[in-house]
């Protein structure tokens, strides 16, 4: 579709060679962020067993919200009907921008809420529209050919069991804040979008879409997603062997198939699903892990690690007990 309807000059055999990418979803016109949450919430909620009065808080994850401001929190929030009736909740919403990494900082958000006891049930979203800010031309091969819309969610809850977030660990390195960017406008700038003659707002195609360096992305993504995957295992006296799962974030399949090479993960335990969506950012690691437990592929009781590496640069990682 890229090359037939879009006239970009590429071919299936290089995307897949280089990126594992078969295919990539893309929501249709009038869908917002915050839409495509709604189901993925839902579902959420519904699996873990409560209604959506018992959240107490959102914390939703995105690098394309439904608009500059509010964030797409409060419009899940609304969407949810947690604003409706007399026993409307009114719960806090927070949206955390973190990008790819944003699922596990959200996650490491809602798991220190609920271990400090002010909040008993945090719905998680990771979410993103990402299509109608790709360049879809010649001019964007190397972005456009990665990135696909979708959603997925989680429920963490206080619980009596001896299971849940066992450890979470994140990182950020602002020297290469740069290598992967889209700017669209400049705050430092008066107006912070250049006006035309006609005073209508003009962003440049250099500053619309995404920018990546992308071998100094996977040099540094290889980097920091094996060494707090190491920190993680060390601090929670635990080996590679005694993970049953390990939930990569879906950027590219070559990075992940490189880190589980160099820590010696076998095959059946890396979990991968980038060759049906592209990367979903800060949706990858939920719909992975939504996924999983249909298929049957996680069950209760396995030991989970996950770990996601993007812009910024940031990372993450998390030691679960199913």
Known sequence: MLRTEYGINTTE????????????RYSAPGVATSDLAVPAAEDAIRR????????????????????????????LQQKLGLCDGDDATFV?????????????????????MVKSGAMKNVLVVGAETQSGAIDLS????????????????????????????????????????????????????????????DGWGRVSPDHMYPKMDGKL????????????????CFDQNITRDDIDLFVFHQANMRINQYIADQIGAPEEKV????????????????????????SGKLQRGMKVAMVAFGSGFTWGGAIVDW
Not at 14 to 20: H, L, Q, S
Not at 52 to 71: E, H, N, Q
């Open 138 to 197: 010649d001019r964007g091969r190397t972005v456009a050919t990665l990135f696909g819309d979708g959603a997925g969610a989680v429920v963490v809850s206080a619980t009596e069991e001896d299971r849940g977030v066992r450890g979470w660990y994140l990182g950020a390195d602002g020297r290469h804040a740069d290598a992967l960017r889209a700017q669209v406008w400049d705050s430092r700038e008066r107006p912070f979008i250049p006006l035309g003659e």
């Open 217 to 232: 992305v996977f040099r540094n993504a290889v980097e920091r997603m094996i060494g707090v995957l190491m920190k993680a």
């Open 271 to 294: 979990l991968h699903n980038i060759q049906r969506y592209g990367n979903t950012t800060a949706a990858t690691i939920p719909i992975l892990l939504a996924e999983a437990e249909l």
């Open 92 to 112: 806090p919403a927070m949206d955390i921008r973190n990008q790819c990494s944003g699922f596990l900082y959200s996650l490491a958000t809602a798991t220190s």
């Open 13 to 24: 055999e290089w995307i897949v060679k280089r990126t594992g990418i078969e295919e990539r």
């Open 48 to 75: 873990a067993g409560i209604t959506k009065k018992d959240i107490d808080m959102i914390l939703f994850a995105t690098l394309s919200p439904d608009s500059a401001f509010p964030g797409s929190g409060v419009y």
